[in-house]
């Protein structure tokens, strides 16, 4: 993102006024590539879902689509390709080496720009992750080109075939589209459950390109001494939550939050929260929903004592169905809720917890 | 020890407002903050120089106003600050940024050798988070990304011990100085600083650096010229939409608008019956 606050006036950049025909060199950069993110033998969802953008993309350029797995000998990398192939994919990538077991900023920004160099892709899109924002950044400055990050939409402008990726600003008040003018590839990244995810077909398959790593572990210097699974930290995975329920302000007092986790508790649900309620530490930054906490997608989001600001909003406005409850009969939250109840959340919600135990109770009778 | 924290001077904005017509930011009257993550990274810093009597120097890139950061930063106890400013600076991305404050550190390096450097994890305005690790490649350092935790740090050795934050899990690497760290928000308090501390700042002397100064070797890396992005176009989201559904009912207890709701709810999404039933089975 350009930033327009570093000096004087924010001048609208006239982009036409700026270089949008390629060099020759550039012109061989052909094909749209997805960086395979995968830790502790899973691939994470948010390559899945980067192919299935991917893929459009790459069909409206009339083009390759490719995935980059990166890996160790005896990882799951053949299982990762072929699942690639599953969900878009043309053809795969695939560097393995021992030095890529864990992740380490040095070992995949060369593996990742040494395959760049070679194969020429005019397109390179990684998750908004902690692994792929490291990672992105290193590359393309490595590689001196443009990086959009947190794309919440890519399109092509078919005038001169570019990448048009469109991220919010000013904390989704607005949204900008961002090209990237004379330098390829062209990267974005995009934050997990932002795009669908893509149907699976298990037929496709493709063709497996091998690389090697021009690097060899002694060359690295950063080593990783130990791996702390957030199972054993009671870290909240909240992006891949199917039900959340989110308290606010409007909870007042940190004890009522209870209400919160109780509702949770009996619908098996994730607890999430605005951000004023994490700064004043009723649960933890993972648990923040939003434009500075995470995405999410669930098939029920309960918003209890939410206005519904647009730094909320922008996180949660993917879920499939919206309940809020609020005492406020105009709040925001009603504009883009399914079901609203006006009250006092410190009633409705003991209420509501009390009738879906009803109903899972009768429910369990029946079956 | 020496340690440079990059910290940016952004718009507050919990109080920009979007011009319903135009289209365009309204930054009148907007109060210019230092970005919240940098401070993290500040303390972080401040809290490695208590322990290890280092010489913490703060530097910033933005317009002649942005001093007013820098004077904050000192007021919490850096000891040195650089302000970056030059109309050719204007108009940079996260590439032409990165190159600036590698170009300065570069200069910074010549009085005296810098072992770290601090960046927050993102901005607020931009939220890039690419600036640490595009300075971190220019500079040839270590890059320790979303830091949680400073485990261990041995000046004898010249290796530090971190948590970083990773999907699923926290990392604990060990890498060899100079490294830059960009650390993660809510991993400790800012410190205040008392009236004599910001008496002081007032009056510290600034180092202000033009792109020459800052040591630029090639002036098309910079600003608007060096930016390989372009934004094309600025519009309003069309959010989602969906006046909600009321439930009414006629006593007003919540016993029964949770009924009716539950009733409403899984006659229109029978799948979201289904998918309570498994998780409670
Ligand atoms: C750069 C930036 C980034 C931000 N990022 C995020 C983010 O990621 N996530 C986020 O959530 N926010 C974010 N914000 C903050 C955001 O602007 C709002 O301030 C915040 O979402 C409001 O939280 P809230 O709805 O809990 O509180 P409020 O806006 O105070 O709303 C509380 C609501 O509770 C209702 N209420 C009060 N009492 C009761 C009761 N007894 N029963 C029922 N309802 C009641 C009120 O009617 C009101 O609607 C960000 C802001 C900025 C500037």
């Known amino acids: 993102m350009n930033d327009t606050t570093a000096s004087t006036p924010p001048a609208k950049k006239p982009a ?74 043309d053809l795969c990538y695939l560097i393995e080496d021992p030095a890529l077991a864990e992740y380490r900023n040095q070992s995949y920004t060369r593996a990742l720009t040494d395959l760049v160099n070679k194969y020429q892709p005019e397109i390179l899109l990684l998750g908004a992750t902690t692994l792929g924002r490291d990672l992105a950044g290193s590359v393309a400055t490595t590689l001196q080109t443009g990086l959009t990050a947190d794309c919440t939409e890519l399109n092509i402008d078919m005038e001169n075939r570019s990448l048009a990726a469109t991220r919010p600003t000013f904390g989704g008040s607005l949204l900008c589209t961002i090209v990237t003018l004379n330098y390829r590839p062209q990267m974005a990244t995009v934050r997990p459950r932002v795009m669908a995810m893509p149907a699976r077909d298990e037929t496709r398959t493709g063709r497996i390109v091998e690389h090697p790593l021009a690097l060899v572990e002694t060359d690295i210097v950063t ?59 009723w649960v933890g930054a993972d648990r923040q ?67 879906f135990r009803q109903h899972l109770a009768t429910a369990k009778l029946a079956s | 020890m020496h340690i440079v924290v990059c910290i ?71 000891d040195e600050a650089i302000l970056l400013t030059d109309r050719a600076f204007a108009g940079a991305d996260t590439l032409a940024t990165s190159y600036a404050l590698a170009s300065a550190i570069r200069q910074i390096q010549k009085d005296m050798p810098v072992d770290l450097v601090f960046a927050g994890k993102q901005t607020i305005d931009g939220d890039t988070a690419q600036v640490g690790p595009g300075i971190a490649v220019r500079l040839g350092l270590q890059m320790l990304t979303y830091v949680c935790k400073i485990e261990a740090l041995d000046l004898e050795q010249r290796e530090i011990t971190v948590q970083r934050r990773a999907e699923g899990g926290v990392q604990v690497l060990k890498t060899r100085l100079p490294a830059l760290i960009t650390v993660l928000e809510g991993i400790n308090e800012m410190r205040f600083a008392t009236m004599p501390d910001m008496f002081r700042a007032a009056r510290h002397p600034l180092k202000v650096w033009d792109k020459d100064a800052a040591g630029i070797e090639d002036a098309t890396r910079i600003g608007l010229k060096g930016s390989p992005t372009v934004v094309s176009k600025v519009f309003a989201p069309t959010p989602r939409t969906q006046k909600a559904e009321i439930v009414q009912t006629q006593s007003d207890q919540p016993r029964d608008q949770a009924a009716t709701l539950l009733a409403k709810l899984f006659t229109k999404f029978p799948q979201l019956r289904a998918e309570i039933g498994r998780r409670a089975s």
């Not at chain 1, 004592?305 to 499939?320: C, L, N």
């Not at chain 2, 810093?45 to 910033?60: C, E, G, I, N, S």
């Not at chain 2, 002649?64 to 004077?71: K, Y």
């Open chain 1, 223 to 281: 080593k990783v001494l130990e791996f702390i699974p957030d199972e054993r930290r009671d870290q909240a995975n909240l992006p891949f939550a199917d039900i959340i329920v989110a308290g606010g302000r409007g909870m007042k007092r940190p004890e009522n939050f209870q209400l919160i986790w109780d509702l949770a508790k009996v619908l098996g649900a994730e607890v999430g929260a605005t951000r004023p309620v994490v700064q004043a530490g």
């Open chain 1, 16 to 89: 036409g006024r700026r270089k949008f025909e390629l060099d020759e060199r550039l012109k061989a950069y052909k094909g749209v590539w997805v960086f395979i993110e995968h830790e502790r033998g899973a691939a994470h969802p948010v390559s899945w879902e980067l192919l299935g953008e991917g893929r459009k993309l790459a069909d409206k350029l009339g083009v390759e689509l490719g995935a980059v797995v990166p890996g160790a000998p005896g990882e799951d990398t053949q299982k990762f390709c072929a699942e690639a192939f599953q969900y878009g994919a």
């Open chain 2, 8 to 78: 940016k001077q952004v718009p507050d904005s919990a109080q920009i407002r979007v011009h319903p017509v135009t289209n365009t930011i309204m930054r009148q009257g907007v109060p210019a903050i230092v970005n919240p993550y940098d401070l993290v990274a500040l303390e972080e810093a401040l809290r490695l120089k208590d322990r290890y009597q280092a010489h913490v120097t703060v530097l910033t890139m933005g317009p002649p106003q942005a001093e007013t950061a820098l004077r904050k930063a000192l007021s919490f106890g850096a």
């Open chain 1, 289 to 355: 929903v939003g434009q500075s906490g995470k995405t999410v997608r669930p098939k029920l989001y309960i918003a209890v004592g939410i206005s519904g600001a647009v730094q909320h909003r922008v996180g949660m406005e993917g879920s499939d169905v919206v309940i809020a409850i609020n005492q406020d009969p105009n709040a925001p939250i009603f504009d883009f809720a399914t079901y609203g109840i006006v009250g006092n959340a410190m009633q409705i919600v003991p209420a509501l917890t009390e009738a």
